[in-house]
Every structure is written in C-alpha cells, then in structure tokens.
C-alpha cells in the first residue's frame, strides 16, 4: 500500500524536475526570437534591423529547406543535407558569413514555407519554390535569381504508344497530391480537350506502385523530378520515357521576407556569384590558382584581388553589404553553378538545357549582371 | 499427434473442407512474409541509415551521452521493478528461470543483436553490455531496498528521486550539451512517450479524485476538462499545439516542438487515465469507505491506504494499453509538429538518391513498424506478469 503512496510522491517530484527543465529550455530560443521579431519589422515603427545584420550577428544562416526532394535537397545517411538547393544555402552562408557550414537548415512541408518565411523562423527560403504572382504578392515574399528553370511534364511507358501529351485521350494520368502539379494537369487536360482521369496519391513510392501495376498511363510532374525517377526505375530506365511538351512554368528561386532590401540585395549576389563565376570558368579546383595569377581585371573585381589603379591599389567593393571576397568563398567552397549541377542533378539524368548559362549560347534565364565599379 | 489432428481439424467434411482453405491461405501468408523478409525485401535502406531511424540528425560525437541515458533509464527501470514485493508464485529453479527470462525479454534481446548486427560496429556491442549491467545493477538495487533492512527504512519521497537521479541528470545534460532541433528519430519516440506516461500519471490520478470530490467546483473543473479533452481528436489537439499555442502565450516563449507534444500528449492521455482510474474507484465497495471514516481517517488517508491502492492494481491492463497506444500516438507529432520522428525519418529516406523511387518504402516503414512492435508487445507481456503478481482477479 505504502509503494503506490512513494510512487506516486517520486512521480510528482520528478514531474516538478522535468517542468524546471522544461521552462528552462523554453527562455533559450527567447533570445533569438526577440531579434527576429525586431528584423521583421512588421510589430513597431521603431529602428528596423535587417536580416544581413542579424545573419551576421548570429553567425548562421537559417535557411527553409526539405529533407525529401530528389536531387534538390534529401537527407543522406549520416543525416546532411545534400542537394542542389542545399547547396545553395550553403552558398548564401559562404558568402556572407565565409563559412559554407554555417547554415542551420530547417525542414518544412509545402504548406508551412511561407508561414515560416513570415513569421521570421527562417532567414531564406531555398526549397523548390516556384515563383508565382500570388507568392510574390500576398504571401510577402521577394523573390530572387532562379536558381533553376523546371517545367511540369508527362512520362509514360516507352511501350505504350503515346508519343506526345494530345495522344493520350481519357489516359489516367497519376500526381502527387498537395502541389501545382495537380492543377496544373486538370488545366492542360480541359485545355487540350483530353478528358484525363488526374489520380492523386500522397506518395511517390504509390505513385511507382501503381504505375508499375498498369493503374496509371502516365506520371505527370516536374521535369526534374521525372528524370529522377525515370534513372531509378525498377525496369530500366529506357522502360519510360519523357513526353516533349512541357506545360507549365516552373522557375525555381530563393525567397525572403518583404522589405528587406539589403538582405535581399546580399542574397541576390550570393546566388548570382555562382553564374558568373561559371561565366568566368572558375572552379572550387582552379579558383586558388587564377585567383594569384590572373591579369584579367574583371576576375580580379569579381574575387575581390588588389587592384593597381592611379590612386594606389584597392579592393572593389560595390557596397552589397557583402565581404569583398564573397565570390571567392563562394566559389572555394561550394563552387560555380554548373558544379553544383553536375554534382546534384546531372547524376538524375538531367540535361542542363535551358538551364545552361547565357554565354554558352543558353537562355538568356541565366545571366549575370556585370560588376562593375 | 494424428489423434490430435482428426479430433480438432478434421472431424466432419465440414472441418477438412475449411481446415484445407484457410489453412492454405494461412501457409500463403506466411510464404509471402518469409520470402518478403529474406529473399526480396531490400534492407540495405535500414542497414545505411539506422542512425537516423534511431537518434535522427543527432551529433555523432555526442552519441555517448544517449547511450549513457538508456544504461541510467534501464538501472532506473530495473531498480523500480526489482524492488516490488515478492509474488505469491513459487520460487523458480534455475533452469526455470533462464526459461522464463528468455521468454520475457528475448524479444527485446533479439531486437538488440538485429541492431547490433545492422549497426556493424562494435561501439554498440559494448553499448548493449553496458545496458545489460545498468539493468543487473538496477536489480541489485531493488533487491537491496527489499531485503535489507537499513536501506527499507527510507522513506519512498527519498529513495525513488534517489535511483531516479541518474536517469534524469543525463538527459538533462544532453538537452543541455545538444540543441533539441537535432534530436529525431526513436529518441523523440521514445522520450515523448516516456516523459508524458511519467506526468500524466499524477495529473490523471488528481483528476480521477477530482471527478468524485465533494466540492462542487473541483468536481465541475474536472469534469469539463476530461469530457473536453476526451471529446476532441489527439490529432486536431497536436496541430492546435503546433499552431494556436502562439495564442495563449507570449510570443517570446515559443516552446520546441518536442515539448508542445509533450504537453498535449500528458494533458491527453491525463483525461483518458483519470476516467480509466475512477472506473477502478467505482468498484471498491463504499463500505470501505466508510470503515475508513469510522476509523476517524482523513480523505487522503482513505485515499491513499485503502482506495487507490486498490483500484490502480484492478486496472493495471486498462493502463498499460493507454500507455502503449500513448507509446505508439507519439508519432502523429511527427507530421502534427513536424518533428524530425522516426515515422518521419522513413518516409523521408525513400527519397536519397541511392534508395529514389524503388518502392522501398515497404521495408522502411516495417522497420518503423518492428521496433514500436517489440517495445509495445514487452510492455504488454510485462503488464500481464505484473497483474498476475499482484493477483488482479484473484482478490
């Protein structure tokens, strides 16, 4: 009888225990908080402290990113983040802090990137993101550089005798639920006049389960995430192919918060310094080696090297609110843009098409804005 | 043998015809489950990332100190189940007792060589010996606060702080030590459950008398909060938590995930614990009561020497089966709060580049599924032994 009673006693003090600790992790998180409702500015009229400050302060970049997108950001077995839009968080990081590490990357579903962006628990948004007019608009958000050109398509079975989008009257076409890949297949199956069955499924592996089972005639989603899934299909790759109509347009960006123009204008670079560093030919390989023996004045500039001028030598710094030498840790330590393609999303089979930069004949998407003095 | 075999599947026509059927359809079954687990299952996806379906993002270098709190939190366990008093059935020999440990906790043993095995590493070899000591010590412990004479004297307000202590300390210094944001996988599980059924105990029993008092208030507060909280899915609750607590709190304290399902999953399982308690205070003859009263005892006293004692040990399995469903809702937080859990981490693996689009989700989530299976299925067994002991049914 007595036990239950010293039971119960042990149980209420380790109660009382567990709540201290509790409380007293509960005021750690107070701290930065209280930056970020200062950096949003959206609570006072008072002195507005933008994010490039409060990034520096804080000696990390929070950056909204997913553990679960092909290619793009997954998390490996050692539990890195890796991914191209890792990297670019990592490249956001390397140039403003110089330290490609310090990212704290937080995961987020779909629904919660906005809110997160908003309510000041991310600095940036690197995941996927398309820009859209509503999110640019009513969700606050700026958006930045693309850092890739998507598009939504359909892949069927190479057998199946479909040779573009319009062949596939009353096909099943399956999606993942919860995107703009849903709405977006109803829309160009009303809009071709094709009378599609759109199946939603909540995950990719169902969705390969029922394809493999012959419950759908075609996968319809973005071209990357085809790709992906058309190198790790079980039957070979060459079992699927790829319709060539792309009908949606998908530009992939970094978003931040309304408002905060130097943040953003520091974000813009980091992201634009991979472009023009491919433009340049630079490499995390060679970048040490032209960055001592280069003549060329716009490298120069560009990596932040002394130059000889008639007033002495100087660094250019264009006043980005950036380290004169953001483009070199950007490049040291993550590397250029092709690099971080081929290293994340050339092993998926991607192709870089429109995704090759300017001076190589590509899009004009991807171009550089010159920095000059 | 065959004798046996006419007699119970084969005695009419009837009985072959359905023996033949179902059996077959049973024998498939377990073909298919046979040749899924050694032949076509692809567990490479578990073997490459048991790190995170264990302790998720969680810092190797200080992956010690969680080894160190399950040795500390077994030495506690074992202590407390160590020290109860002695059954009424008869002492096993040897031999018996090997037998009946092996059928206990071979389970939990087998679970631990598979993950000794996946892991490659001897660190968790020693891991696994270390816990196996924590556990003999516990026991040697409650032995000691059974037997002995000296260490019996303690008061309970004492002595359970005391073994409890190690456990505590370490998993406050690894919160400490670590940022709770890498904490994921069975870690979270586990330490959600474990935290919210060690809370929700005295809040449930406090409701339960509550519910009963004499004052009018109390009764009604009571009343309204577990007819309130029973009468709202655990799964709204954890989004609220997730969401509107920002309401009611000063957006200053924004309190980590793992405790807002902590919160809600004590606050939840309180209310369902209180009614299973009063189910268990309602069969204890009001004569009792009364005695009591007659004797000049105060309520606590009647409470705590004649009824709870009483009605806690007759309904030990209604317990035991909230704590294991508690146990095995913990990971609901994982897509309510988005929390790094466990369910999470297989689900998010599917998608490495190594592992993309191959339909391995099947083998993950099975994995998911063995590891709640076994802690719940030894929870349950255990709870049986315990009401056996205390002889529920029998008194």
């Known amino acids: 009888m007595k036990k239950e009673l010293t039971l119960l006693s042990t149980l209420a003090v380790a109660?009382?225990?567990l709540?201290?600790?509790?409380?007293?992790?509960?005021?750690?998180?107070?701290?930065?908080?209280?930056?970020?409702?200062?950096?949003?500015?959206?609570?006072?009229?008072?002195?507005?402290?933008?994010?490039?400050?409060?990034?520096?302060?804080?000696?990390?970049?929070?950056?909204?990113?997913?553990?679960?997108?092909?290619?793009?950001?997954?998390?490996?077995?050692?539990?890195?983040?890796?991914?191209?839009?890792?990297?670019?968080?990592?490249?956001?990081?390397?140039?403003?802090?110089?330290?490609?590490?310090?990212?704290?990357?937080?995961?987020?579903?779909?629904?919660?990137?906005?809110?997160?962006?908003?309510?000041?628990?991310?600095?940036?948004?690197?995941?996927?993101?398309?820009?859209?007019?509503?999110?640019?608009?009513?969700?606050?958000?700026?958006?930045?550089?693309?850092?890739?050109?998507?598009?939504?398509?359909?892949?069927?079975?190479?057998?199946?005798?479909?040779?573009?989008?319009?062949?596939?009257?009353?096909?099943?076409?399956?999606?993942?639920?919860?995107?703009?890949?849903?709405?977006?297949?109803?829309?160009?199956?009303?809009?071709?006049?094709?009378?599609?069955?759109?199946?939603?499924?909540?995950?990719?592996?169902?969705?390969?389960?029922?394809?493999?089972?012959?419950?759908?005639?075609?996968?319809?989603?973005?071209?990357?995430?085809?790709?992906?899934?058309?190198?790790?299909?079980?039957?070979?790759?060459?079992?699927?192919?790829?319709?060539?109509?792309?009908?949606?347009?998908?530009?992939l960006a970094p978003a931040v918060l309304d408002g905060d123009t130097a943040w953003a204008t520091a974000v813009q670079w980091a992201v634009l310094a991979t472009i023009q560093a491919e433009e340049f030919g630079l490499t995390s390989a060679n970048v040490d080696s032209i960055r001592s023996?280069?003549?060329?004045?716009?490298?120069?500039?560009?990596?932040?090297?002394?130059?000889?001028?008639?007033?002495?030598?100087?660094?250019?710094?264009?006043?980005?609110?950036?380290?004169?030498?953001?483009?070199?840790?950007?490049?040291?330590?993550?590397?250029?843009?092709?690099?971080?393609?081929?290293?994340?999303?050339?092993?998926?089979?991607?192709?870089?098409?429109?995704?090759?930069?300017?001076?190589?004949?590509?899009?004009?998407?991807?171009?550089?804005?010159?920095?000059?003095? | 043998m065959i004798l046996w075999l006419r007699r119970n599947l084969f005695r009419s026509i009837w009985d072959s015809i359905t023996t033949i059927v179902f059996g077959g359809i049973a024998l498939w079954f377990i073909w298919i489950s046979i040749e899924f687990v050694f032949i076509t299952g692809r567990w490479e996806i578990v073997e490459v990332n048991l790190k995170l379906f264990l302790v998720g993002r969680f810092p190797e270098e200080l992956m010690w100190l969680?080894?160190?709190?399950?040795?500390?939190?077994?030495?506690?366990?074992?202590?407390?189940?160590?020290?109860?008093?002695?059954?009424?059935?008869?002492?096993?020999?040897?031999?018996?007792?090997?037998?009946?440990?092996?059928?206990?906790?071979?389970?939990?043993?087998?679970?631990?060589?598979?993950?000794?095995?996946?892991?490659n590493s001897l660190d968790s070899l020693l891991w696994v010996g270390l816990l196996g000591i924590g556990v003999f010590a516990g026991r040697v412990v409650g032995r000691m606060r059974r037997d002995n004479k000296i260490i019996q004297k303690l008061p309970g307000i004492i002595w359970q702080p005391m073994i409890a202590t190690p456990a505590i300390a370490l998993v406050i210094f690894t919160l400490l030590e670590s940022t709770l944001e890498l904490w994921g996988g069975f870690l979270i599980n586990f330490y959600m459950a474990l935290i919210s059924i060690i809370l929700c105990f005295p809040l449930g029993l406090l409701l339960a008398l509550g519910r009963r008092?004499?004052?009018?208030?109390?009764?009604?507060?009571?009343?309204?909060?577990?007819?309130?909280?029973?009468?709202?899915?655990?799964?709204?609750?954890?989004?609220?938590?997730?969401?509107?607590?920002?309401?009611?709190?000063?957006?200053?304290?924004?309190?980590?995930?793992?405790?807002?399902g902590i919160t809600v999953f004590t606050l939840f399982t309180a209310a369902y614990l209180a009614e299973i308690v009063r189910g268990g205070l309602q069969g204890i003859p009001s004569g009792q009561i009364e005695a009591g009263k007659a004797l000049g005892l105060s309520t606590v006293k009647i409470n705590s020497l004649i009824t709870l004692p009483q009605a806690l040990r007759s309904v030990i399995p209604a317990q035991i089966g909230q704590f294991i469903s508690l146990f095995k809702d913990t990971t609901l937080a994982g897509v309510a709060l988005n929390l790094f859990d466990v369910m999470t981490v297989g689900k998010v693996i599917t998608k490495q580049d190594d592992f993309l689009g191959q339909g391995l989700i099947y083998e993950s989530l099975i994995f998911v599924g063995l590891l709640f299976w076994v802690v719940s299925y030894v929870m349950s067994k255990e709870s049986q032994r315990l009401e056996k002991r205390l002889g529920v049914g029998i008194r």
Not at chain 1, 163 to 188: F, L, P
Not at chain 2, 233 to 253: D, M, N, Q, S
């Open chain 2, 66 to 119: 969680i080894g160190a709190s399950m040795v500390a939190i077994a030495f506690w366990v074992a202590a407390v189940a160590g020290g109860s008093p002695l059954g009424t059935e008869p002492r096993l020999r040897l031999a018996e007792r090997i037998v009946d440990y092996v059928r206990r906790f071979g389970l939990i043993f087998a679970l631990a060589i598979l993950l000794v095995v996946l892991s």
């Open chain 2, 213 to 260: 008092s004499s004052f009018p208030v109390i009764r009604f507060i009571c009343t309204a909060y577990i007819e309130l909280i029973r009468g709202a899915p655990l799964f709204v609750l954890l989004l609220l938590a997730g969401v509107a607590l920002e309401f009611f709190i000063p957006p200053t304290i924004s309190p980590d995930a793992v405790f807002r």
């Open chain 1, 293 to 373: 023996s280069t003549t060329d004045i716009g490298i120069q500039r560009f990596l932040g090297v002394e130059i000889e001028t008639s007033d002495g030598s100087a660094v250019l710094d264009p006043g980005l609110g950036l380290p004169t030498d953001f483009a070199y840790q950007v490049v040291k330590q993550v590397g250029n843009y092709g690099e971080i393609f081929e290293r994340h999303l050339t092993p998926l089979g991607l192709e870089r098409g429109v995704n090759s930069i300017w001076s190589d004949g590509g899009s004009a998407l991807l171009t550089t804005i010159p920095l000059n003095p």
């Open chain 1, 15 to 17: 109660a009382l225990v």
């Open chain 1, 19 to 251: 709540a201290g600790c509790a409380a007293d992790d509960g005021s750690q998180p107070s701290a930065t908080t209280t930056v970020t409702v200062q950096a949003d500015g959206s609570t006072d009229g008072g002195a507005q402290v933008s994010l490039l400050e409060s990034v520096k302060a804080a000696g990390t970049v929070r950056c909204g990113t997913r553990d679960a997108l092909p290619g793009f950001a997954v998390l490996d077995s050692s539990g890195e983040h890796v991914g191209f839009d890792s990297d670019f968080c990592r490249v956001i990081a390397a140039a403003v802090l110089g330290d490609a590490g310090a990212v704290d990357m937080v995961d987020l579903e779909t629904s919660d990137r906005f809110t997160a962006l908003q309510n000041g628990s991310i600095d940036v948004l690197v995941r996927n993101t398309t820009w859209t007019a509503t999110r640019d608009g009513a969700e606050a958000s700026t958006f930045l550089q693309p850092t890739f050109y998507d598009g939504q398509g359909v892949m069927v079975a190479t057998n199946s005798g479909y040779n573009s989008v319009s062949d596939m009257n009353g096909a099943i076409v399956c999606v993942a639920k919860g995107t703009t890949t849903e709405g977006n297949a109803a829309q160009e199956s009303s809009r071709l006049g094709l009378n599609w069955e759109v199946r939603a499924f909540d995950e990719v592996d169902l969705i390969l389960e029922a394809f493999l089972a012959g419950q759908c005639d075609g996968w319809s989603s973005d071209v990357s995430q085809l790709t992906g899934l058309r190198s790790a299909y079980p039957d070979g790759t060459n079992a699927l192919k790829i319709l060539p109509e792309v009908f949606s347009k998908e530009p």
